[in-house]
């Protein structure tokens, strides 16, 4: 098997920064497919807490190379900030690439993203304000400006003006808010040109070569499944296709070059941000998964919302993404609860559904149906054989197996590299 894709089955926040950081330690090539600085990805190495955020988390290797695809959007000064940290940290960073087709995240898109959530008032989507989904409009809109246009500052300076003369006109007539500088946009962004030109190249022949001959690429995805613009909870979604189905667009690489679609899926539930959430747990038990699990965005701080598992949409996830492996993570946080629950279906109006409504005037009045399962009270952290796990875990891992419908073939049960159990090779 030489490409794996690892995608977030739920809401985002599964852990997949640390499941990748595992497997790219023999990784070619490590491609991040879409989203840009709205994720957060976690990777402990030897205590050592690393957030990256734009950068692949196969960056802490060193070994393969690490590319920003097609399908990301970037912040160049947020990049150059994450590279500047990390090189402080004594890690390497020549080897991140970015594609010249990724597009770039303007300091107009940042300041739309703030004004129009503060215009929707109690209606907000609660992005994370990083000009991810205005980024994402005006590409759709085919009047972007990609990492290219910093390689010819000249057509760069031509784009930035026919933009920025628009979105000033939207923040003076529409938001009534101050207009943004032309000179102070082209001065920051002549200089993260020079910074970053270095860098910026068509990697699509090269993934594709690489694949073709057998070298091992990972595709890192952000967010997750139900953040998705086509499948998630719209309009509580992000503007991207966290799904397998963006590899393809993200990158440019075609379905039939992917061997095996790994999805990360937490123990539990988390999401940050507005929108439904039908296993939430607005509770003590809800208020205890945050402080053992230490849910607090790893981009905003904010606090995660927590509940238990939701089968519906782990099931889900699987069928939209084609999973092979699932990847369970935090399951240590789950040790000392007396029993556990896992969301089978939703009582929607008198009838159990067991596949998510489009309409989330249909989701915000489901009842979740739960199984309830024993819990145990071990600590779990220091193991590393599945056998040694306490039998109602090893019942809660099969149980979830049954429910989602695919093997649970790696159990994460700490932050750090190390503590992992591998059930299958990867
Ligand atoms: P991502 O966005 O999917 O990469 O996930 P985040 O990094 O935003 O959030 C996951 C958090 O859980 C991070 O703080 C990780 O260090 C931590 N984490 C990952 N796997 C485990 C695990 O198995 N157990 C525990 N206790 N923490 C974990
Ligand atoms: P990772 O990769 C969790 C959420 C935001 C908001 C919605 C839209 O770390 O799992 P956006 O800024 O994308 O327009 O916000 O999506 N969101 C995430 N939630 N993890 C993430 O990334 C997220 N990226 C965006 O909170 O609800
Ligand atoms: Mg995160």
Not at 69 to 76: A, E, K, L, S, T
Not at 186 to 205: C, G, Q, V, W
Request: glycine letters at 10%; proline letters at 4%.
């Amino acid at each position: 098997m030489a490409s794996y894709v690892v995608v977030g089955t739920q809401w985002g926040d599964e852990g997949k920064g640390k499941i990748i950081d595992v497997l790219a330690h023999k990784a070619d090539y490590v491609v991040r497919f879409q989203g840009g600085n709205n994720a957060g990805h976690t990777v402990v190495v030897d205590g050592e807490k690393f957030v990256l955020h734009l950068l692949p988390s196969g960056m802490l290797h060193g070994n393969g190379k690490c590319v920003i695809g097609p399908g990301v959007v970037i912040d160049p000064k947020v990049l150059l900030h994450e590279l500047s940290t990390l090189e402080a940290k004594g890690a390497k960073v020549d080897h991140l690439f970015i594609s010249d087709r990724a597009h770039l995240i303007m300091p107009y898109h940042v300041k739309l993203d703030i004004v129009k959530e503060e215009a929707r008032g109690n209606n907000k989507i609660g992005t994370t304000k990083r000009g991810i989904g205005p980024c994402y409009a005006d590409k759709i809109a085919r009047c972007g400006i990609r990492a290219v246009d910093l390689l010819d500052m000249e057509t760069f300076g031509k784009k930035l003006k026919i933009n920025l003369d628009e979105k000033n006109e939207l923040f003076t007539k529409i938001y009534n808010t101050e207009a943004m500088s032309y000179d102070e946009i082209m001065a920051d962004f002549t200089e993260y040109s020079n910074l970053l030109k270095h860098r910026i190249a068509d990697f699509i022949p090269e993934i594709n070569e690489a694949l073709d001959s057998g070298k091992i690429v990972m595709f890192e995805g952000a967010q997750a499944m139900m953040l998705d613009i086509n499948f998630g909870t719209y309009p509580y979604v992000t503007s991207s296709s966290p799904t397998a189905g963006g590899v393809t667009t993200g990158v440019g690489v075609a379905p039939s070059k992917i061997d095996r679609v790994i999805g990360v899926m937490k123990a539990y539930t988390t999401r940050v941000g507005e929108g439904p959430f039908i296993t939430e747990l607005n509770d003590e038990t809800g208020e205890k998964l945050r402080a053992i699990g230490s849910e607090f965005g790893a981009t905003t701080g904010r606090p995660r919302r927590c509940g238990w598992l939701d089968g519906v949409v782990g099931k889900y996830a699987v069928i939209i993404n084609g999973l092979t492996d699932v990847v369970v993570t935090k399951i240590d946080v789950l040790s000392g609860m007396d029993e556990l629950k896992i969301c089978v279906g939703y009582e929607i109006d008198g009838k159990v559904l067991t596949t998510i409504p489009a309409a989330i005037e249909m989701t915000e009045k489901a009842v979740p149906v739960y199984e309830t399962l024993p819990g145990w009270s071990e600590d779990i952290t220091g193991m590393r054989e599945y056998d040694e796990l306490p039998e109602n875990c090893k019942k809660y891992v099969a149980r979830m197996e049954e429910i989602i419908g695919c093997e649970i073939t790696m159990i994460s049960v700490g932050p750090d590299r190390t503590q992992n159990i591998f059930r299958k090779e990867f």
